[in-house]
């Protein structure tokens, strides 16, 4: 794996500690690579894209599509013109439950199911969507062992099911979803049934391919994968996107306008009104190269090597209930220690040097059903360390020998 060396701010010191920086699932530290890519971008590019006849417009709109061809090969999708540009997962789902509430694809009585740990951003839209329509939104509840109840599921499928909205891997647990098997059972419960899958935990950490998956909307952040704030992905089945009515309105989202009437752009401007984004989008193209030349699956196997080493660690520690099985999770450890309060291990730990997150991290929810307030998040990353984690779970006990 790439070292720390290549990501500036991981020199940082905290007091007299070095910094070690689990705080990953809330978003990645960016390596020279992609800040790099940055910076060429403004002293070499910066320009309007798409309706410039000048030099710097024809490169920069050569960089920004070329960047859609990037997204297009790392989801492996049929065609760039399903990868819509977005601000992040939270735009891309706000977007799709915006659109499909213009539509006239859900009426009253119609169901959306979603899961039990899911973030606020794939339950709220949801439910405005559920107001404007008259739809129903129906969580899938999890199993004593906080996994995905597949048992629940497949008895809440029903004719009036229109939409499941999962997450590939909980941002609150670090449980895998089945997510395959999910699209597979609302598939064949009803081939109309769309599915979105909430990618914001698994992109940086996992090979994801949308046609294998077979689901009709892939979201993620590009600042959870080594890309800036601001910048994320929408991808669709074209032929979805094509027949759903635009979003907003405004330059490039049109092909005509006159004060009779407007005529649309295709695919996938029709999506992406007003400038986008530019330099941001360009430079997750690169962070997207990034973890492809990192090669996700070894990505994934030096990431498991930490969680098993941190799990384990915390086991032997003791008095640590640790949220989920030990096996099938994502790159992430939340732990709850009874008698003492997330947030003040949570400072104990940033005083020592240890960034972790701490709180109910957008999944209210799922703590009302846990009956806790919030958990003491570890998340990991590819250039993190077996040493990190060992200095981690030092200092954990340390802080957890003060607290109790």
């Not at 984004?277 to 962070?287: F, K, M, Q, S």
């Given at each position: 794996?790439?070292?720390?060396?290549?990501?500036?701010?991981?020199?940082?010191?905290?007091?007299?500690?070095?910094?070690?920086?689990?705080?990953?699932?809330?978003?990645?530290?960016?390596?020279?690579?992609?800040?790099?890519?940055?910076?060429?971008?403004?002293?070499?590019?910066?320009?309007?894209?798409?309706?410039?006849?000048?030099?710097?417009?024809?490169?920069?709109?050569?960089?920004?599509?070329?960047?859609?061809?990037?997204?297009?090969?790392?989801?492996?999708?049929?065609?760039?013109?399903?990868i819509v540009f977005t601000a992040g997962t939270t735009a891309g789902i706000n977007l799709v439950a915006q659109v499909l509430a213009l539509s006239s694809l859900f009426c009253a009585g119609d169901e959306i199911l979603v899961t039990t740990d899911a973030h606020h951003s794939n339950i709220v839209p949801w439910q405005m969507l559920c107001q404007r329509t008259g739809a129903v939104l129906k969580p899938i509840p999890l199993t004593p062992e906080l996994t995905f109840d597949m048992h629940a599921y497949l008895r809440m499928l029903s004719p009036r099911?229109?939409?499941?909205?999962?997450?590939?891997?909980?941002?609150?647990l670090g449980v895998i979803n089945p997510v395959p098997q999910i699209i597979e059972a609302a598939k064949r419960n009803n081939p109309a049934t769309m599915v979105l899958v909430d990618g914001a935990q698994s992109t940086a950490h996992m090979a994801v391919d949308v046609q294998a998956l077979g689901c009709d909307f892939y979201v993620f952040s590009g600042h959870k994968v080594y890309a800036p704030t601001g910048t994320g992905i929408l991808w669709g089945r074209e032929e979805l996107l094509d027949r759903l009515p635009p979003w907003q309105g405004g330059g490039e989202m049109i092909k005509e306008v006159s004060f009779?009437?407007?005529?649309?752009?295709?695919?996938?401007?029709?999506?992406?009104?007003?400038?986008?984004?530019?330099?941001?989008?360009?430079?997750?193209?690169?962070?997207?190269?990034?973890?492809?030349?990192?090669?996700?699956?070894?990505?994934?196997?030096?990431?498991?090597?930490?969680?098993?080493?941190?799990?384990?660690g915390l086991q032997a520690i003791g008095g640590i209930d640790i949220l989920g099985p030990?096996?099938?999770?994502?790159?992430?450890?939340s732990v709850v220690v009874p008698g003492v309060h997330h947030y003040d291990l949570g400072t104990l730990?940033?005083?020592?040097?240890?960034?972790?997150?701490?709180?109910?991290?957008?999944?209210?929810?799922?703590?009302?059903?846990?009956?806790?307030?919030?958990?003491?998040?570890?998340?990991?990353?590819?250039?993190?360390?077996?040493?990190?984690?060992?200095?981690?779970?030092?200092?954990?006990?340390?802080?957890?020998?003060?607290?109790?």
């Open positions: 794996m790439d070292s720390s060396a290549s990501y500036p701010i991981l020199a940082t010191r905290v007091g007299k500690a070095p910094l070690v920086y689990l705080d990953n699932a809330a978003t990645t530290q960016k390596p020279r690579q992609v800040l790099r890519c940055e910076l060429e971008y403004y002293e070499k590019m910066n320009s309007n894209i798409h309706r410039g006849a000048h030099y710097l417009s024809r490169l920069s709109t050569e960089a920004h599509e070329q960047a859609r061809d990037t997204v297009a090969l790392f989801l492996h999708a049929a065609s760039a013109r399903e099911t229109r939409l499941v909205a999962v997450p590939y891997i909980s941002n609150a009779s009437g407007t005529t649309y752009n295709d695919l996938p401007f029709k999506y992406e009104a007003g400038t986008p984004n530019i330099c941001g989008n360009i430079v997750l193209a690169e962070a997207l190269r990034y973890v492809m030349e990192q090669g996700l699956a070894a990505i994934d196997a030096h990431e498991q090597s930490l969680t098993r080493r941190m799990y384990e030990k096996e099938n999770r994502g790159a992430l450890i730990l940033d005083q020592m040097g240890i960034a972790v997150r701490t709180g109910h991290h957008c999944c209210q929810p799922l703590m009302q059903y846990l009956g806790i307030t919030g958990t003491t998040r570890y998340s990991f990353a590819l250039y993190n360390t077996a040493e990190e984690v060992d200095r981690a779970l030092s200092c954990t006990e340390r802080a957890l020998n003060m607290l109790r």
